[in-house]
């Protein structure tokens, strides 16, 4: 959505203080742990932008808390299963012996929006070492959360989501979908029997750059909405400006989602 479209399609100005109030109507105070995934354009047109709603969640939760995001760059990854868009064959080789390594600070991240973006440039914000699957966090467990990251463990036990699964998360939507809901890939990791394929990805070992294979689990976020819906517990519902926004507890709803694939696994609808 364009700038212009997203002034027209606003109701009333949003500001960070107003956002702030609306992070409090939804449960989101001081001290806690959150995990933020989110649309700018839905919120409406906030004076700011995306510096003012990440002001207004650091505010809100305070250093005494932690944010986490998911700060994926895809794009570090075989171009032999590159889709949006392909890219000739030809190139596949040339990708792999050229693609910069990922580094924390300047490798971009794909499809994250443009809140994730600025909450990355933030001198406090602590992004995970996964070429490809990385998140990032700001305050208090920042550091230890993100301290861990093993190239064949995107989303399992290893990775900073196992760590948040032994703490108390909020998972937090703003203006998306359970399908972006990260955590649950966890429960997918949780399957004895899951698919894997081959991938690969530029890193540094040893003071160079190396092009890594390893083995990478499949996912598929697109049951991550039936498993919402069939949550039994809470899912508390408002408003972050315009944008409809979703909170949940974060290990009760990762621990059904577990559950979930275990009997429903290979069904088709």
Same mark, same amino acid.
């Given at each position: 959505?364009?700038?212009? /479209?997203?002034?027209?399609?606003?109701?009333?100005?949003?500001?960070?203080?107003?956002?702030?109030?609306?992070? *409090?109507?939804?449960?989101?105070?001081?001290?806690?742990?959150?995990? !933020?995934?989110?649309?700018?354009?839905?919120?409406?047109?906030?004076?700011?932008? #995306?510096?003012?709603?990440?002001?207004?969640?650091?505010?809100? @939760?305070?250093?005494?808390?932690?944010?986490?995001?998911?700060?994926?760059?895809?794009? *570090?990854?075989?171009?032999?299963?590159?889709? #949006?868009?392909? !890219?000739?064959?030809?190139?596949?080789?040339?990708?792999?012996?050229?693609?910069?390594?990922? +580094?924390?600070?300047?490798?971009?991240?794909?499809?994250?929006?443009?809140?994730?973006?600025?909450?990355?440039?933030?001198?406090?914000? &602590?992004?995970?070492?996964?070429?490809?699957?990385?998140? /990032?966090?700001?305050?208090?467990?920042?550091?230890?959360?993100?301290?861990?990251?093993?190239? %064949?463990?995107?989303?399992?036990?290893?990775?900073?989501?196992?760590?948040?699964?032994?703490? %108390? !998360?909020?998972?937090?939507?703003?203006?998306?979908?359970? +399908?972006?809901?990260?955590?649950?890939?966890?429960?997918?990791?949780?399957?004895?029997?899951?698919?894997?394929?081959? =991938?690969?990805?530029? @890193?540094?070992?040893?003071?160079?750059? &190396?092009?890594?294979?390893?083995? =990478?689990?499949?996912?598929?976020?697109?049951?991550?909405?039936?498993?919402?819906?069939?949550?039994?517990? +809470?899912?508390?519902?408002?408003?972050?400006? =315009?944008?409809?926004?979703?909170?949940?507890? /974060?290990?009760?709803? !990762?621990?059904?989602?577990?559950?979930?694939?275990?009997?429903?696994?290979?069904?088709?609808?």
């Amino acid at each position: 959505m364009t700038e212009l /479209m997203t002034v027209m399609s606003s109701r009333e100005l949003q500001t960070k203080e107003k956002l702030k109030k609306d992070l *409090n109507a939804l449960g989101i105070e001081k001290g806690d742990e959150i995990i !933020v995934h989110s649309s700018l354009s839905a919120i409406g047109w906030v004076a700011g932008g #995306a510096q003012a709603v990440v002001e207004a969640l650091l505010e809100t @939760v305070t250093a005494e808390g932690t944010i986490v995001m998911p700060a994926q760059s895809a794009d *570090n990854s075989d171009p032999m299963y590159w889709e #949006a868009p392909p !890219v000739p064959k030809e190139w596949h080789q040339a990708i792999r012996d050229h693609y910069p390594a990922y +580094d924390p600070h300047l490798s971009s991240m794909r499809g994250m929006g443009r809140i994730a973006e600025c909450f990355h440039r933030h001198p406090g914000t &602590i992004r995970s070492m996964h070429p490809a699957h990385s998140f /990032m966090a700001w305050g208090r467990k920042a550091e230890d959360w993100m301290s861990e990251h093993p190239i %064949d463990d995107s989303f399992g036990e290893s990775s900073p989501l196992g760590k948040m699964m032994k703490a %108390d !998360v909020k998972i937090v939507l703003i203006g998306v979908g359970f +399908d972006s809901c990260t955590a649950l890939h966890f429960a997918e990791y949780e399957q004895e029997i899951w698919g894997s394929y081959p =991938q690969g990805a530029a @890193v540094m070992k040893d003071g160079k750059r &190396i092009w890594q294979t390893f083995i =990478q689990a499949d996912t598929d976020s697109g049951r991550f909405p039936e498993i919402a819906a069939a949550y039994p517990g +809470d899912i508390k519902e408002g408003q972050l400006g =315009q944008a409809k926004t979703q909170v949940v507890e /974060m290990r009760p709803l !990762v621990e059904f989602g577990i559950r979930w694939l275990e009997e429903n696994l290979g069904k088709t609808d």
